[in-house]
């Protein structure tokens, strides 16, 4: 079973900054079958890149994705309100798994 | 537009069995184009996979889960299904059911996901 880390568990920061996360497979993931998520409080998960950088229908252009192999990173450049919420990558090359999240907090 | 429903108990007792349901609308279970999925997250904590299926029966099921998990499908309702047997209190969770599509000759991400449903395992 692929294992996936998520860096760092906690992300402190304010409105306007960029945010990089960091998600780490113990081996390497075929194909870039990569996926982040953006979950908030009460809500469902919500895809926003597959293929290690290919966004989502509807998501916007701040939101990246990038990496190959066993190191992945989703890059937020410019933070809106609406992104501070837990974030997930999860991996479907082998099977599936899910990374334990990054949680993105106001400062 | 697509959209994916559960419903089931919300409630279970434990070593008994839990049931779910997905009510899929605006698209078809038996589309070659889509798999469909069980996914769930304990209070507080991440995501696990469940399974997975295919029209026609195909499965794939998290190895932890295999001995206790079915998924199978209705298509004459349009829904598939999550049984799974002796749950314990560790089966706590919201239970999701999404979408995958399929990749070429893979599976893809969960694409659309049901809103989730809460289900307690009591002793």
């Known amino acids: 079973e692929i294992v996936l880390t998520q860096s760092p568990g906690t992300l402190s920061l304010s409105p306007g900054e960029g945010a990089t996360l960091s998600c780490r497979a113990s081996q390497s993931v075929s194909s870039s079958y990569l996926a982040w998520y953006q979950q908030k409080p009460g809500q469902a998960p919500r895809l926003l890149i597959y293929?290690?950088?290919r966004r989502a229908t509807g998501i916007p252009d701040r939101i990246s994705g990038s990496g190959s192999g066993t190191d992945f990173t989703l890059t937020i450049s410019r933070l809106e309100p609406e992104d501070f919420a837990v974030y997930y990558c999860q991996q479907y090359g082998s099977s599936v798994t899910f990374g334990g999240g990054t949680k993105v907090e106001i400062k | 537009q697509v959209q994916l429903q559960e419903s089931g108990p919300g409630l279970v007792k434990s070593s008994e069995t839990l049931s779910l349901t997905c009510s899929v609308s605006g698209d078809s279970i038996s589309s070659n184009k889509y798999y469909w999925g069980w996914i769930r997250q304990p209070p507080g904590k991440g995501l696990e996979w469940i399974g997975s299926?295919?029209?026609?029966?195909?499965?794939y099921y998290n190895s932890s889960l295999k001995s206790r998990v079915t998924i199978y499908e209705d298509t004459s309702k349009n829904q598939f299904s999550l049984k799974m047997t002796y749950v314990t209190a560790a089966d706590t969770a919201v239970y999701y059911c999404a979408r995958l599509p399929v990749v070429g000759t893979a599976i893809g991400a969960f694409d659309i996901w049901g809103q989730g449903t809460m289900v307690i395992v009591s002793s």
């Open positions: 299926m295919y029209y026609g029966g195909t499965t």
């Open positions: 293929g290690a950088s």
